[in-house]
């Protein structure tokens, strides 16, 4: 059987993850592979989420928030994007692969654009293969 | 470069009166511990206890760690070397503690050494300056020249290896980690009560030292630490384990000098970077 990567997707309730009700609502076809949770907003992302994500075996992780200057609070993906930017390196310099992690801003009005990220993102992961490098074994994630 | 016995003359000197004439209650310095070598962090409260102050190279043990332990107004004088001075700044920043309260001695000097090997520690493990960023009172002259070399030049190595090889690198010195929580008691940065390690929900780590742990523990904290972290090296020699901490902390340093265009603790009125976010920053930062 073919690998099918297992994305944890966390998006913002007012942009993202309404883009993605959208996709679903218009019937477009994307891959399923995209497990979604939805935060109030980009800025609540605790990164420990993210490498929690990847010890619990995920194979990338896709966060999704409103465009910078379109927050719902004003400024959270403002704050969310320097977060997010210093996960990235974090990951990056443990020697995970940083094109498992991405970052986009999808309005509400985007499902098209959800949609397409969702493909392309569940096509780069298949080419990468299974996430090793931080996933603990299956007997011990019990534990946590 | 003033000699260092001068130093220790000049602290002593400065301590004392600071001390009779009330300005200060307790200052924050260096004593003997069981030998020369290795001295105590120590927090001298009466002009008879200055007699036990010293200082030599081995007094490494960056003090700003204990300045957040005093209650809210306690004037405090303390002796910081370049790298703990940025500490103080930064913890002024983040408004844990006010310049006000504060009677800053600095300590100009190069050639500091670690208590466990002897051997030279600026150009290695900190960020390789030499005069104090802050300071009311300067217990030697000014430095003019540091030395050549940038504080991130050590990471050349790890900066030129692949992904697997990195990983395979770190998930060997995190194995090592016993938990002891030592670097954590070292970091003038680690003020937080409590911790989230110490939390049991969520519990990020079981109690005992697992490799997953192990792995959420220094992620979460050099994330914690990013923009924050004054590399002054003292994660790295307070481990049991000798883990370099510090690099992992360096990287990020770098990283994020080079994104947000500024360094922790250079300057009082700088915002810490995690709160100075605007419409300017760029999503290359995401790439
Ligand atoms: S993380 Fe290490 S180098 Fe950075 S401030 Fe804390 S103790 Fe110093
Ligand atoms: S000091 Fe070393 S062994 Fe102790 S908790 Fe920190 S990294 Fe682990």
Redesign the interface.
Known sequence: MDFEPKILGIACNWCTYTGADLAGTTRLKYPQNVRTVRVMCSSRINPSFIIRAFQLGADGVLVGGCHPGDCHYGTGNLYARRKLAITKKILEFAGMDQKRFRVEWISASEGNKYAEIVEEFTRDLKALGPQNTFRIEKDSRERI | MTNIKQIEENLKREAKRLLESKEVSVVLAYARGYDEHHPLPYAARTAGEVGNLIFNEYCTYNLARYLTKYPPKTKIAIAVKAADSRAVVQLIQEEKVKKEDLVILGIPFIGMKDPKTGEEIDQKTTCHMANPVLYDILLGEEIRDAGAGSPYDVLAE?EAMD?????????KEFSKCIRCFACRKACPMCYCDPC?MDASRP????KSP???GN??YH??R??HL??RCIDCGECSRACPMDIPLHL?HK??AK??ET??GQAAGMKIDDKP???N???Q?S?E??K
């Open positions: 790890l992904q697997a090889a990195r990983w395979s690198f770190w998930e989230f519990r990020w780590a079981d697992t490799a997953d792995l959420m992620l979460t050099f994330y990013a923009g992992f990287k990020m990283e994020c994104m947000f970077v995690m709160v976010y605007g419409n920053d999503d930062m995401l």
